[in-house]
């Protein structure tokens, strides 16, 4: 899996929004967007909900956390 992504997925998991994401990480919008499709598409799971306030992590995205948060660390 490629490191861009899971720190990509950490961001968004952190921020809980898209944007302020792309801010932290120094990319465009849909540069994280693009990214975390990627991430959706190989494990099948969209990872994070819309909401009115940004995004909500799935039950996987919870489990993953912690499991990318220590890879990277």
């Keep these: 899996m490629d490191l861009s992504l899971i720190r990509v997925f950490i961001c ?3 921020t809980k929004n898209i ?3 792309a801010d932290i990480l120094n990319l465009s ?3 994280v967007s693009y990214n975390l499709n ?3 598409q ?3 799971n969209p ?3 819309r909401t009115q306030y940004g995004v909500e992590p799935t039950k996987l995205a919870h ?3 912690p499991v990318f948060k220590r890879a990277i660390c």
């Design 12 to 14: 968004v998991y952190e």
């Design 19 to 21: 944007t302020k994401a």
């Design 29 to 31: 919008q849909p540069s």
């Design 38 to 40: 990627r991430l959706r």
């Design 42 to 44: 190989q494990l099948h």
């Design 47 to 49: 990872l994070f909900e």
């Design 63 to 65: 489990e993953l956390y």
